[in-house]
């Protein structure tokens, strides 16, 4: 069974007037657990209103990035009580609770594969 971890908020961008990028730091005793493939996504969890809210945001950076975060794009939706709060109230250095990277929606990857990838969504 998955676990939630605090992780801690060492990046709060707004990207767009609707989106902000938001990266979490990875603690060295985590890297293991955080380890990801693309296509995966993390799930978070809040507090909001006194109720419990979870939300799941695709992972942005690419596997093959050498870092100690792992970073996610938010959109504001109308009436969206996470991505409100992640547009509207989320700041630099606060705790959010975090599963490890999660899904299946990946291909065998490696940076020094020399292949063209098309991706197609509706």
Sequence with gaps: MNSF?????????KDTSDAVNVAVEIPEELKDKF???QGQYLNFRMMINGNEERRSYSICNAPSEKSNTLEVLV?????GKVSGYFNEHLHMDE????????????????????????????
């Design 75 to 79: 959109k504001l939706l109308e009436g």
């Design 5 to 13: 971890y605090k992780l801690k908020t060492v990046k709060v961008q």
């Design 35 to 37: 380890r990801f493939r």
């Design 95 to 122: 705790l959010l609770e975090v599963m490890p990277p999660m899904g299946g929606f990946n291909t065998s990857y490696h940076p020094t594969n020399v292949k063209t990838y098309i991706g197609l969504a509706a």
